[in-house]
């Protein structure tokens, strides 16, 4: 290669380097921030209090940690974590705001039943049983000696 194909090259591949650095602006309006932290605590107050009698799960087996936070704002605007009576062995004892969670892929799932819901193919609400028959052959009382060839 010649050196003005070189340089030539160079020039190239950096503006390319240059333009696809630029920011591409997001589809849509672009919001603000919200700022009316006021607003956003008495929304929160409210769930974090029913989140602490814990009336809406199953605290003696399930461990929760929910953060709020804002960037106008140092503190947490909600701030909960709970540690179940019944743990894993050999998983975390106490849960705090530096519990690390293993949620592997699931927000994968919930972005597809999101999209699947929103094109109408599945409605959250039905039986899992509709779009899967075939655990109903997998429960406990199914007896596969039962079931014709």
Known sequence: MTPFLRILSAVVLGAITVFAQLQCPPLGPILPAPTNL???????????TQLENKTLF??????LS???ASIHDPTPLLSLHVTP????????HNVTGDTIYA???????????????????????DSVLKYVP?????SPSHDPLLEPD
């Open 38 to 48: 006021d607003a956003i605590r008495a929304l929160a107050q409210p769930l974090q």
């Open 134 to 138: 075939r655990l109903a052959q997998l």
């Open 85 to 92: 009576t019944s743990y894993n062995q050999s998983g975390t």
């Open 103 to 125: 949620i592997a892929s699931v927000t994968k799932l919930f972005t597809a039943l999101s999209i699947l819901q929103l094109e109408g193919k599945i409605n959250l609400a």
């Open 66 to 68: 929910i953060g709020l």
């Open 58 to 63: 199953d605290s003696s087996a399930t461990a």
